[in-house]
Structures are given as C-alpha cells and as structure tokens.
C-alpha cells in the first residue's frame, strides 16, 4: 500500500512538473512562427504561387484535344447502297482529335515563366517578413514579463523591508522611544506597498496572458517563461555608424527585396503587355473520321476510308483589337512607377526607423547609465537614513520618503534596463545580429 501511494505521489508531481512548462525565447518565436494564422495564410499564398509556376511550364506544351459524337438522322437520306433519296433512318458516329502548339507567341510564355518565378520569391520574401515582424513582436512581448517580473521582485522585497520596519518599530513604541503617530506613518507605508504589489503581480500575469495569447495557449495559469541569461544590455551595435547599419538593411531586410521584386514583376509584366503586339505563329494538325452502323462495310474499313487530316500554320498579326493592348502596355508602365515609388518609400521608412532605434538606443543608454548612478545615491542615501532612523536622528516622515526615493530609483532602473535592451534587439535586428 505504501509503494502505490509513493507511486501516486510521484505521477502527481510528475504531472505538475511538466504542466509548469518553461518557455524560452526561442521556444516562444518558434511557437508563434507555427501557430500564426497570418503566416499559415503566406504558406498558402506560397504554395498557390508555385501553382503559378506549373502552368507558365505548361504553356510551353503542345494542345491536345478529343472529340466525337453520335447521330440519328431520320427522313430523307441517301442510301449509301444504291445513292438514291430515301425516307430511312441512319445511325453515324464520327470522332476527331486535334494538336496545337505555339511555335511564336510575342515571347510571352517565356515571359510568363520568368513572372512565375518572380511571384515565387515575391511571396517567399513576404513570408520571411511576416515571420521577423512575428519574432520582434514575440521578443518585444517576452521582455516585457521579464520587466514586470523583476517590478514585482523589487516590490515584493520593499514589503519585507516594510514588514520589518513595522515590527522594529512597535517595538520601540512599547518601549517609548517613538510615538503612536511614527507607526501609523509605517503602518500606512505597507498598506501602500501592499497595494503596489497587487498591482505588480497584476501586470506580471496581464503580460504573461498577452504572450500566451500570441502563441495561441489556452492554459494562462501554467504558462511560465524562463529566466533568459542570455537577453542583457551588453552590445557592441552602437559602435557601428547608423549608414553602415541601413546599408545592411538595405542588403539584407526581406521588405526590402520584396519591394525590389515587386518591381521586377511590373516590368515582367510591361515585357508580356508589349508581346501581344507582336505576331503570332502556331501550328495545328487534325484528324477527323466517321462510322455509318447501316454500312455493311466493318467499321475499321470505314474509319480508314472516311480519314481526313489537316495540318498547317497559322500567322496572326494584331492590327486593332479596341486598344486594349495599347491599354495594357500604359497600364503596366504605371504599375512600374508606383512599384518604384514603393520600394523608395520602403527604403525611405527603413531610414527612418533606423535612425530612430538608434538614437533612442543611445537615449536610452545614456537613461540606464543615469539610472544606475541614481540608484547608488538612492540606496547610500537609504541607508545613511535608515541609521540615522535606528538612532532616533531622524523623524519617520524623512525615513519614510528616503525609502520611497529608493524603491523609485530601483524601478526606474529596471524600466530603462529594458527598455534599452529593446532597444538594442530593434538596431541588432535591422543589422542582421538578433537572435530572435
């Protein structure tokens, strides 16, 4: 009986254990990149694309096409025996097959498989964007828990602090050295970070709802990420020059050859438009026969014996066809211009967005830098109070304030600590560094 409940109690930690599953970072972007319906409808674009491509290869292909048909004809008729004119029945059968192929179409099939491929590495670069844009979202998400988690840990520790300044501080009113009125003041105190708990506890599991909710997991409660060592504010990317981060961007950002390849489309597509003026030549053979069932003549016989065959070339050259080719042509040349405008823009946003992260990286550094002294004052300033406090040197009001100076400055550090590691993923994934 002993061994079954051990046995018990191990499946039931063993459960627990594995319900608190830890995410990673890594673990979090892979989930999102899977789960994302957004990316599923680019993989679905994709594969249409290539759909694309499978009948630009077909065109190339020669046209075959089968036909045939059954007939009565009833009233007057040539008797196929003795060719007169007779009110009779007859039953015919007749079958045909014709070929086509294009020897000269404008170029445009090469053309066509030219687009074919371009819309395929169009909708590739599009799903690599989608799948970055995603990443940077997941990383934005995750450091902001870890923000949160690291708020509540301060105030968490600024209420034991509290707890212990109550209880030292009964103490000495039993004893008479401070007033009721100091340990109302510290009483208060606790009460107000109590209450900065609550709402540090509230922000921690509203930002681990948010990313459970973005990687589609259903189970808030047992969501946990992990403590990743690996995210900290050292960086080497502000020693790069802005130009030499955009340049890379350029080269490297999937909206960027996205927009590139949308450009190469419109003027496909400009190439296609301008090959319909040009002529068109095909070649066509056709084989056709028939069957008479009142015939005594077996029907092999007839099928060889009613045979006829046409082959030849065709040449077809546009002259006016309502501009509509015309119209096509100055349609696409439009197409290209906002093609070119877009990729300008795409390019000119990059510039912007980049020179933006970096100077609020550097902003930001210089934020965290001030923080971190701050803190030191804050914290010498805290303790010198507290030791004046311990020897009556100090009324509880001042004491007071001193601490909440101090908590100020540890949660400010936190907030330009990640905010400036941010910072540095958004520089760091333009240049081509994050690992996302």
Not at 57 to 70: K, R, T, W, Y
Not at 179 to 184: C, E, K, M, W
């Given at each position: 009986m002993k061994i079954l409940k051990l046995s018990i109690l191990l499946l039931f930690l063993s459960t627990n254990i594995q319900a608190q599953e830890v995410w990673t970072l890594e673990k979090c972007v892979n989930r999102a990149i899977e789960k994302n319906i957004s990316i599923k409808q680019?993989?679905?674009?994709?594969?249409?694309t290539s759909l694309s491509k499978t009948t630009a290869?077909?065109?190339?292909?020669?046209?075959?096409?089968?036909?045939?048909?059954?007939s009565?004809?009833?009233?007057l008729n040539q008797n196929i025996?003795?060719?007169?004119?007779?009110?009779?029945?007859?039953?015919?059968?007749?079958?045909?097959?014709?070929?086509g192929i294009d020897i000269f179409n404008g170029l445009q099939n090469i053309q066509q498989l030219y687009r074919a491929n371009l819309s395929i590495l169009a909708s590739q670069y599009q799903l690599t964007d989608m799948k970055e844009n995603i990443s940077l979202l997941v990383a934005n998400s995750y450091l902001q828990i870890l923000f949160n988690r690291e708020s509540l840990e301060v105030q968490q520790s600024q209420l034991t602090i509290?707890?212990?300044?109550?209880?030292?501080?009964?103490?000495?009113?039993?004893?008479?050295?401070?007033?009721?009125?100091?340990?109302?003041?510290?009483?208060?105190?606790?009460?107000?970070?109590?209450?900065?708990?609550v709402v540090a506890e509230n922000n921690y599991q509203l930002s681990k709802i948010a990313l459970a909710q973005l990687l589609l997991i259903s189970d808030f409660n047992n969501f946990e990420i992990a403590q990743e060592t690996a995210i900290t504010s050292e960086s080497t990317i502000l020693n790069t020059s802005v130009n030499t981060i955009y340049?890379?961007?350029?080269?490297?950002?999937?909206?960027?050859?996205?927009?590139?390849?949308?450009?190469k489309i419109a003027k496909k597509d400009l190439a296609i438009s301008k090959g319909s003026l040009?002529?068109?030549?095909?070649?066509?053979?056709?084989?056709?026969?028939?069957?008479?069932?009142?015939d005594p003549t077996d029907i092999s016989s007839q099928l060889d014996r009613n045979a006829g065959k046409n082959f030849g070339l065709q040449l077809s050259i546009p002259i006016f066809n309502g501009m509509a080719n015309n119209t096509n042509i100055k349609r696409s040349k439009?197409?290209?211009?906002?093609?070119?405008?877009?990729?300008?823009q795409v390019k000119l946003d990059l510039e912007n967005t980049i020179n933006q992260a970096y100077n609020d990286a550097k902003g930001s550094l210089k934020a965290h830098q001030a923080a971190e002294k701050t803190l030191k004052a804050r914290k010498l300033a805290y303790e010198y109070a507290k030791e004046r406090f311990d020897n009556g040197g100090m009324n509880t009001f001042n004491f007071l304030q001193a601490g909440q100076r101090y908590e100020a400055a540890q949660s400010e550090l936190i907030k330009t600590k990640y905010n400036y590691i941010f910072k540095l993923k958004v520089l760091e994934f333009y240049f081509g560094e994050a690992s996302l």
């Open positions: 680019s993989q679905a674009d994709l594969k249409s290869i077909a065109n190339f292909l020669p046209s075959l096409n089968l036909g045939s048909s059954h009565w004809n009833v009233g025996t003795t060719g007169l004119l007779e009110n009779m029945t007859t039953t015919s059968a007749s079958m045909n097959a014709n070929v509290a707890n212990e300044e109550l209880i030292i501080a009964r103490e000495r009113l039993k004893t008479g050295i401070i007033p009721q009125g100091d340990v109302l003041e510290i009483e208060a105190n606790l009460a107000t970070i109590e209450q900065n708990v340049n890379t961007a350029v080269a490297k950002r999937s909206d960027v050859k996205l927009a590139e390849t949308n450009l040009l002529p068109k030549l095909s070649g066509f053979y056709s084989y056709n026969s028939r069957v008479l069932f009142d439009i197409n290209i211009q906002k093609s070119t405008y877009a990729l300008e």
